[in-house]
């Protein structure tokens, strides 16, 4: 797989009829996945302005620090025939694109993470032209992937399965969470990713907190342990992956916990297929742990989309009545939390298919019990 199979240049005349479609008269996408998803440069997010300008009507060009300017040719957006254009230091940016706009511009998409300081300068130069949000269309582009992505998502998939293929290396009894934490870290990096993006490991009672940060507890005999990992591939996509580890024998109260959790999450991937909708799916693992009388304790939605960023659409939540289509990518990560004791949550990354669903991560789902 080479990089323009993942960044091919039709996805820019793509995103510019899909703008015009919005009522929009152009996109200035900043650093940021959308910037790499349509031009596959991975720009620095910069205090010095970097926009790629999609105009409906005229060419699109990619405006950068002149001293970024060998960077962006190098990137698979210097094979696509755009103009790529650096500007000096004494120059404002700003001025710069809106004197190369089409004049009489009603409306125009800005990328949802472009800085604040940045929308307003091009408020500054736009005074007349209103800003909605590039994600509002570019999320529709998005949120289906190409057999190439896909294929980037099954490499992202496999470099975290290896780590946790590797748990028993680091995690045991007498060692604090900081300690297997920064050896999880370093094995990301080494199993085929360039980006650690998050370590989570919730020994005992911080495995009630979803979102536990790395701490200097020591882990303890018969601690069930929550690890949460992920990191970014080389061609940019992303990996998340959860299971769940108890270091010696776990709590029998744990043990059925984690039966209910292991039922709900794969009725909840077996389910995944074409035409189901987001809170369906949430609600087939939903409505286990609630029979099962864990419902007050599964505090979030059951997933996330996931491709350039970790978390995109679609977002797999009670209230969405978004259809499942061929090509989403997503999270099914049901969790059960109870405050101060203990905690699990099975995570796998599941493409939906055009008759079913594929689940990326391949390791075992059961209960790990290390020595």
Not at 34 to 56: F, I, K, S
Not at 197 to 216: K, M, N, R, T
Not at 269 to 274: E, F, G, I, Q
């Amino acid at each position: 797989m080479i990089l323009t199979d993942l960044y091919p240049a039709d996805r820019l005349e793509r995103a510019r009829e899909a703008a015009a479609g919005a009522g929009l008269d152009a996109l200035l996408i900043s650093p940021g996945a959308d910037l790499r998803y349509l031009t596959g440069y991975h720009a620095l997010p910069l205090e010095r302005l970097t926009c790629l300008v999609l105009p409906v009507d005229g060419e699109p060009f990619l405006l950068v620090p002149e001293l970024e300017r060998p960077a962006a040719l190098a990137s698979p957006a210097g094979n696509l025939g755009i103009e790529i254009t650096g500007w000096a230091e004494t120059e404002d940016p700003y001025a710069l694109i809106a004197a190369r706009l089409p004049a009489g511009m009603a409306r125009v998409g800005v990328d949802n993470h472009m800085w604040a300081e940045k929308t307003i300068a091009f408020r500054a130069v736009l005074p007349d032209t209103d800003q909605a949000l590039a994600g509002e269309v570019l999320g529709r582009l998005r949120i289906r992937k190409t057999r190439a992505e896909v294929e980037a998502l099954r490499r992202a998939g496999a470099a975290i399965d290896r780590v946790h293929a590797r748990m028993g290396e680091w995690l045991r009894a007498g060692r604090t969470e900081r300690e297997v934490g920064r050896d999880i870290a370093e094995a990301i990096t080494t199993e085929g990713h360039v980006r650690t993006d998050f370590v989570i490991v919730g020994s005992g009672p911080h495995g009630a907190s979803p979102h536990h940060e790395l701490s200097d507890r020591v882990i303890l005999p018969g601690d069930p342990v929550v690890v949460d990992i992920g990191g970014t591939t080389e061609d940019g996509y992303c990996s998340d992956s959860t299971r769940d580890y108890v270091v010696g024998e776990p709590p029998a109260e744990y043990r059925r916990l984690y039966e209910v959790l292991l039922t709900a999450q794969r009725a909840q991937t077996d389910a995944v297929r074409p035409g189901i909708t987001a809170e369906q799916l949430d609600a087939i693992g939903r409505d286990v742990i609630t029979d099962a009388g864990f419902g007050p304790y599964f505090i979030h939605r059951t997933g996330h989309g996931i491709g350039l960023e970790t978390h995109e659409e679609p977002y797999i939540v009670a209230g969405s009545a978004l259809p499942l289509e061929p090509g989403m990518a997503f999270s099914v990560e049901p969790g059960i939390y109870l405050p101060d004791r203990f905690g699990a949550r099975i995570e796998d990354i599941v493409i939906c298919t055009d008759d079913g669903g594929e689940r990326l991560n391949r390791t075992s789902r059961e209960l790990v019990v290390l020595p």
